[in-house]
């Protein structure tokens, strides 16, 4: 269980650092603190094998799964560049401000 506090937070741009999908870019939907996990859209995609049943069909559909928050990297808004941010979530690299990042 973890317990540390989280660098990134719903509704940030974040990129992946490392693993299947490195280089790709994609916003926090969730935020699971006490795993040290987030949801980000498009990012770390599963397949789930339905059967089909009487109310409808079956197949294969996509959804995301939890990814490390440690594997990713807040994008800085103004310089677009993964940023290591201060406690105040300001860009190491230009200056700017995060929050304006999220919506």
């Known amino acids: ?3 540390a506090s989280l660098k ?3 509704g940030d741009k974040v990129r992946v650092l490392s693993g299947k999908d490195r280089g790709r870019e994609g916003e926090v939907l969730r935020v699971l603190p006490r795993e040290g996990k987030a949801l980000v859209a ?3 995609l599963v397949k789930h094998f339905t059967k089909k049943t009487s109310e ?3 197949g294969i559909r996509e959804s995301e799964a939890p990814i490390w928050v440690s594997k990713l990297g807040v ?3 103004k310089c677009k560049m993964v940023s290591r941010l201060s406690k105040a979530r300001i860009c190491r690299h230009c200056g700017a ?3 304006g ?3």
Do not use: T, W, Y
């Open 97 to 99: 401000s995060v929050e």
């Open 1 to 3: 269980m973890v317990r």
């Open 101 to 103: 990042n999220r919506k």
């Open 75 to 77: 994008v800085c808004p």
């Open 8 to 10: 990134v937070k719903k």
């Open 56 to 58: 409808g069909q079956g």
């Open 42 to 44: 498009g990012i770390n």
